[in-house]
């Protein structure tokens, strides 16, 4: 019996991977080269081990039932945005999604045209944080001109602080925009709330999250321009894999509406 349930499973696989899209001769697959736990694991171009996250345990999934083999790289987030637009990347895996970044990649659409948020692999709040000893800040209170705002260029929350008119003083890494709050060289620092675990949070001098959060952001697997243009079928399998397989956390498996 053992037998033949094995022969109808590589049956099953055999009929998949012939009706999988076929895989671009060049694929290279991006990941920012900082922890966001649990969803990313360990720094700089390495993946810790042997445990490199659930974004990245989805990615190798998704990609090894079409039959692929990718190149994954780790690089800062500007560095990521700026490959994929000229195709020496052809998906970044967790990118949060706005309007400066759709001119330059590919999100998912529906047949209207609008992002196709159900293909979704998170969503994540960005909110000011702020030293937790200040007590000119409150539940509301927005920063204006006159101070400034620490966020990491490139990232999501770049654009998001320059729509506000907000002063912006920029750093390479999130870790560094909270060192700078606590040196009191920026005011507030604008990030999504999974940037900075609790520990990060509680080293003195304390640091918190102030409500309610600025936006909320929706991170996706955006493709090349051109890879989209060439493999359109490949590419929405890819999203399709990555978004199921997300569902299939035990962690999120309530929080996202369905992927089709």
Known sequence: MRAVCWLLLSFALLLDAAAAPACPQRLRVGFMDRPIPPYLEGSGNRFAQPAPGWAVAWARQTFAALGCE????????????????????????????????????????????????????????????????????????????????????????????????WSVELAPTHDANLAKLRAGRVHWVLAPRLAFGVADLQREPRVQALKPPVQRALYFAPA?????????????????????????????????EPCR
């Open 224 to 256: 090349s321009r051109w890879l989209f243009s060439q493999h359109p079928e490949f590419v929405q399998a890819v999203w399709l894999g990555l978004c199921e397989r997300s569902r299939q956390q035990p962690e999120l498996a309530q929080a996202g």
């Open 70 to 165: 990718p190149e994954w790289v780790r690089a800062p987030v500007r560095r990521l945005a700026q490959e994929l637009a000229r195709d020496d990347l052809q998906f970044i895996v967790g990118f949060a999604h706005s309007a400066e970044r759709e001119a330059l990649m590919r999100f998912p659409q529906g047949s209207d045209g609008a992002l196709d948020t159900r293909l979704n692999l998170g969503v994540a709040e960005v909110v000011l944080f702020a030293l937790a000893s200040r007590e000119d800040h409150g539940d509301r209170a927005e920063p204006g001109a006159e101070h400034p705002v620490g966020v990491v260029p490139g990232a999501v929350e770049e654009p998001l602080a320059r729509a506000r008119g």
